[in-house]
């Protein structure tokens, strides 16, 4: 079974920075592209940034410059590092995964988490 557990969500100050983790288990991911959405209440789930399984980024136009995106295939984890924290960057964060290359259209993605919490306060 397929699971996916975001961690490092957290309460910042408007230029702060976050580090989000996203561990996957059940089976190997490395064919697989990881990414990350985010959905603020009342708004669309938006796509973040997503990686290929050999590590080409591509993010969406809002965090381009500020987060990074990354993965370590050995231990099947999917990376956030989100620098100049904006209050318009609060939303729940979700890690999701697909079998091929990176889409930035949330129906497309496989497997979901729950979800992590990133509230920047201005």
């Known amino acids: 079974q397929v699971q996916l557990v975001e961690s490092g969500g957290g309460l910042v100050q408007a230029g702060d920075s976050l580090r989000l983790s996203c561990a996957a288990s059940?089976?190997?991911?490395?064919?697989?592209?990881m990414g990350w959405f985010r959905q603020a209440p009342g708004k669309e789930r938006e796509f973040v940034a997503a990686?290929?399984?050999?590590?080409?980024?591509v993010y969406g136009d809002s965090v381009k410059g500020r987060f990074t995106i990354s993965r370590d295939n050995a231990k099947n984890t999917v990376y956030l590092q989100m620098n100049s924290l904006k209050p318009e960057d609060t939303a729940v964060y979700y890690c999701?995964?697909?079998?091929?290359?990176?889409?930035?259209?949330?129906?497309?993605?496989?497997?979901w988490g729950q979800g992590t919490q990133v509230t920047v306060s201005s």
């Open positions: 999701a995964v697909r079998l091929g290359v990176v889409v930035t259209t949330h129906c497309a993605y496989d497997y």
């Open positions: 059940g089976q190997t991911f490395s064919s697989y592209s």
């Open positions: 990686i290929t399984w050999n590590g080409g980024g």
